[in-house]
């Protein structure tokens, strides 16, 4: 690394960068979240952690406990969540523009790093948990996962996630770190309206379809036609094309003057962890439905 | 029916389509297959029945059973097999072209006609199911599934299927009735190369790309890179332009003129069966892995 | 042409097409158009012609003459104008929802069929010449065009064509025989609004942009920001999906029962050809300017 | 500027930025182009300057001379020449690999910034004409070019050119600063076969298609099909990646230290400054072909 960047000052000591005061954040490895966020809390720094927060929901509850007890900000990184497109779905499933919600697929796949230390869902998967965290009316209770690793001993690269939700809702997500072509779309399928999120549009992130059924008559007779189409316009509303990043480290330092509590607090990223986990642990059973428990939070 | 089409003779008996020598060829209802089928083949008549084959693989087998006994050809319309483009993944697959399989991804949804009598998977993953069994090096041994539906008292319009494969090999089919926008669209992994077929690109259905990982390094030190990307040219083969149904009707007559087992015979419908079934009572179960026993066919 | 549809009746004669009351229309190359759409209004038949009506401006004005002579309806097979894309077009323009327009570009090309009768315009550029008969606010005055061949001894394979309008309104066609891949997409620009209609489109042909530029400040100061942009919500409305020739076959209907004068009536079949006309003229001299007098029309 | 950006030191003179030792480069408008260059050359130094070269052939042809006069490198940004796609293009032309070069065809059109002091056949065809200087195996020896001003006293903010060279090669540009949406496609069109260069594909900018005629049978007989249809294999060859703008410095540094001649040379840039005057004269009358005379170049 010297001899690539002579230009830089390498440390081995953790403790030196938190000690430089031209230092005002940090990116290491999931894996070591932890430590260095409890170390900046005990500091009495509020602190602003990257997704996925940690690697276990106990660390997750002991970050929530810490930061509770001093009084401090602890606010996750799920980026998305600060993008214009994700608010917008947010806001359309909020005043119910698109009805009651029946389900939230995603397919987020591309020819991606591998990594080492965690599996497919732990980078991928995750962006689209946090994202369902704000954007969906509540909260899984359920999921079961299935996937696979192609690389010996090294943790999957594709994986498929199916979570339950009451009131017959659904969730699907699907990540691949080897895919030929680089897919992130998103539809989210309600009563009234059905939304396209394709992020890889530069412009027209979000389609908002005037599409769905309509179902009529009577159940008995199943040759009459009782579910029908419903096709009309389509719209992609204008997007806050505000830097995701610039939002939300601004909602962070409002959130340390105002006292207030971020909207992807501690909470928000144990739950994200607590799926995560589960989902893990479904995939090693092939499928096996693995509950959550979301309600019970930290303390 | 007869006051929108008055030209047309109407009948509720099915031996009037039988005994009438200008009808070739009939179109009728999943759950009315059995039936005509076996009819057709207790009269003598070589059987193309079209998919899914049957309701249950009881009926399968009875099929089989009848068309042997008789010494008749039994063939099942799996028309995606009978297209260049899957004939072309075929042949890619075969002659180790793309490597070793890692998956087939597929993902088959739109804004559809909702059936009353069979859930999504009978509908739109039988196709999948039918490609992968003319397409792919081996058969599943067991399958998790998960669906919903949105409609009370309805069968599922949403469901996804996870495939167990020997070999690290997985699939999955991801179908939808109520999706905004029409995706018809098949990832297959390999260790050489990856194909992505879109059945909605108007000429260059299939693509090949040289892209991939290679896996180099001691396996110890998880800081140094391992798993390295491979990145080439991308190719789009010319394919057969035939109309499926004609090259299959071909196939069909020359099967009986020759005495030959078609492509998509008896066991291949009987197989796609076996995975509906298991594949729907994984569903019920909300995930839970369901084996498959492939091998054990008719007899 | 027998051995191969070997249950047609074949005739060398015209004239066994007009006695045979089971035929109701009959396609036939341009050439060939105004001898049998003059025999046809002389035997006192009504007439819908193909596109483009007719070679020449002379022959068109002759057949309009003869129709106005003897009260029949003449009408001109300007297919695209009875489409729900073509027709939402000329609304958004009619009723100013786009502001003033400023431009019509159109990119017509694919791998076609190559003719030998008429150049690449006389085939192409046609329907875009019907389209904007229909739906600009104004007629063009003058036209400049390029082209070449790149077979030897036959007519131009590519084509450009642009069209000057009063008022700053300017049109250009683009069209190609020889493109390896098929485009059909128009954008329609306005002062309040932009369109594009891309005829590929399975089922967003019309998307409404709500861009365009606001023009603030003194034109003396140039390093002043005079022309600023305006980006809003993207809007793709509903089309009536019936199909074009219906449509179109039902206005024929009416406007002989009731007498009226079809909306791609004679003028607008002669306007079209008097402005291929013009093109063709002005692709032999490299692009000189060649007026266009459409006002003046028949009689 | 100084209230928006404090940290920034101004100055409103030139040579301040020539005696700044800490400055390698200078961005500026185009007319200020000519006096600056000219500066530096006589200041010994080797000159990199951005396209289009200078607002007038005089100016260009002062460049040059002065440079030679001095034995310094006098190199045109033409940027896109540094690309991995366009240097392949140029290679599957010179490589006769696509056969003889039938068109040159560009859209390049989005919602761009008005400028004032030049029109956008200056800010936006001068890509396509510095690319196609590169490319093609002949130069120009005519254009033909029409074009519209939308914003009152402004240049035009709308352009079409139609480039002809000997052996039937033409080429068209294609330029909107007013277009809803981005499009930047050019085709290259064959006598073997044809390419597709889309700018805005993330990896498969170009796209090889083996597709074209077949010219066949007697010039006679037009109603025997002479030309014939052949289409085969699409093909995306992998493109070398770097940074244009690092493959273009190495360059400039290469041929100063070799004293080598670099690709994008002053003539270079004094062909695109003749073909912008001579298109920007041609669009005043509104198409007159206007003659290149591209063989003369400077001295």
């Not at 899984?140 to 690389?151: E, F, K, L, Q, R």
């Not at 159940?219 to 419903?230: A, D, F």
Request: aromatic content about 8%; proline content about 4%; some cysteine.
């Amino acid at each position: 690394m010297q001899s690539r960047y002579p230009a830089i000052q390498l440390t081995t000591n953790s403790q030196d960068l938190f000690a430089d005061p031209k230092i005002d954040a940090i990116a290491t490895p999931v894996s070591t979240h932890y430590d260095l966020a409890l170390a900046a809390l005990q500091a009495g720094k509020h602190v602003l952690v990257e997704k996925p927060m940690t690697v276990s929901s106990e660390q997750a509850m002991r970050l929530i406990d810490e930061a509770q007890k001093r009084n401090l900000v602890l606010m996750v990184d799920h980026t998305f969540v600060y993008t214009g497109a994700v608010r917008k779905m947010q806001e359309l499933v909020a005043t119910k523009a698109i009805g009651d919600v029946y389900y939230y697929d995603s397919v987020r796949v591309n020819l991606g790093l591998f990594q080492h230390d965690v599996n497919v869902i732990w980078d991928l998967a995750v962006h689209d948990l946090s994202i369902m965290d704000y954007v969906l009316p509540s909260k899984p209770y359920a999921v079961s996962a299935t996937g696979m690793s192609h690389v010996s001993s090294e943790p999957e690269n594709i994986a498929y996630l199916t979570l339950f939700f009451d009131n017959n809702l659904i969730a699907h997500i699907h990540v691949n770190w080897l895919a030929p072509v680089k897919v992130r779309r998103t539809m989210l399928g309600g009563s009234q309206k059905m939304v396209c999120y394709d992020d890889l549009e530069p412009s027209e992130k979000i389609r908002v379809y005037d599409k769905g059924i309509t179902v009529n008559g009577s159940p008995e007779n199943v040759y009459q036609m009782l579910v029908g189409y419903r096709t009309g316009d389509m719209w992609s509303p204008k997007l806050d094309m505000t830097e995701a990043l610039q939002t939300e480290a601004l909602h962070f330092i409002d959130c340390i003057r105002q006292g207030h509590r971020p909207i992807t607090d501690g909470e928000a990223g144990l739950r994200v962890v607590r799926i995560l986990e589960a989902a893990t642990q479904s995939i090693k059973q092939q499928g096996r439905l693995v509950e959550l428990d979301l309600a019970k939070v930290a303390v």
